[in-house]
């Protein structure tokens, strides 16, 4: 399940100069991702007649009987699952109604949700407003806009590390553009060529491996759920935020098993 298949990556790999071997080490080291961007940055070939896939902030609606949750974190995100491409992602999302993500992105989280709204189910939208130890309460709410969805490839911040790749770095001759260098510019231009342009710096991103300022919190039985640069949802905050969880919890949409981190 890529989005990138192995003939086109060898072709690529050969003009930049990289190995089969090389690229075929990349590959194994690949997971499919959505990625969630602006109309302007969505692929010419997509433009036309794109449907919006999520909206940042705005107002929640919830369902009858379910309230803001729990520390009235902002609600930074609203995905609509029906409009995900499908069959994409290698973890288990749900096809229809929509994913909710409440959670602060300018500070360090104290609290943060996901919720799924089913489709067809009855929602009023909430107010921001609230009393708090009889004093009237504000929760920000972040300005709404349309983000297109695109599949998208993922790689391991680690990849480099297999033996055909470590030869490849090692056998460098120090004369014209380095091994490293040479790696760097093919990475980019699989990446470019699996988002069918140049794929975003910013942007928030669905599954795949997470591309983390500091330590990668997918490690383990942990996959990313979802990234969300801070300027994506508000151009004034530089943050990334990163929801993850297990395979299982994501499957069966246990959403208060997920964990949030924030760096800076």
Same mark, same amino acid.
């Given at each position: 399940m890529t989005s990138i298949d192995e003939a086109l990556l060898l072709k690529t790999a050969a003009e930049y100069g990289v190995p089969g071997p090389v690229a075929r080490e990349l590959l194994a080291q690949t997971r499919p991702c959505v990625y969630l961007v602006e109309h302007r940055e969505l692929p010419a070939s997509r433009q036309e007649n794109a449907r919006p896939a999520a909206r940042t902030g705005g107002l929640p609606a919830l369902p009858d009987g379910v309230d803001w949750p729990e520390g009235r974190s902002p609600l930074v995100l609203s995905v609509d699952c029906a409009a995900l491409p499908q069959d994409v992602l290698d973890i288990e999302?749900?096809?229809?109604?929509?994913?909710?993500?409440?959670?602060?992105?300018? %500070?360090?989280?104290?609290?943060?949700?996901?919720?799924?709204v089913p489709a067809g189910a009855h929602t009023t939208e909430r107010a921001a407003t609230y009393e708090w130890e009889g004093e009237p309460m504000q929760t920000t709410v972040y300005e709404p806009r349309a983000l297109y969805a695109v599949p998208g490839l993922s790689l391991d911040g680690d990849w480099e590390g297999g033996p055909e790749t470590e030869a490849f770095l090692e056998g460098d001759d120090g004369?014209? #553009?380095?091994?490293? @260098?040479?790696?760097?510019?093919?990475?980019?231009?699989?990446?470019? !060529?699996? %988002?069918?342009?140049?794929?975003?710096?910013?942007?928030?991103?669905?599954?795949? %491996?997470?591309?983390?300022?500091?330590?990668?919190?997918? #490690?383990? @039985? !942990?996959? !990313?759920?979802?990234? !969300?640069?801070?300027q994506a949802i508000d151009y004034d905050v530089c943050t990334m935020n990163l929801i993850v969880g297990t395979r299982e919890d994501i499957a069966a949409r246990r959403y208060d098993g997920l964990q949030f981190e924030q760096q800076t």
């Open positions: 999302l749900p096809t229809d109604g929509h994913l909710l993500i409440f959670s602060e992105i300018s %500070y360090e989280p104290d609290s943060a949700a996901v919720l799924h004369e014209g #553009e380095g091994a490293g @260098e040479t790696l760097e510019r093919f990475e980019e231009a699989v990446l470019d !060529l699996a %988002y069918g342009g140049q794929h975003p710096g910013v942007c928030v991103q669905i599954g795949g %491996y997470s591309d983390p300022w500091d330590m990668a919190p997918d #490690e383990g @039985e !942990l996959v !990313l759920f979802a990234q !969300l640069a801070g």
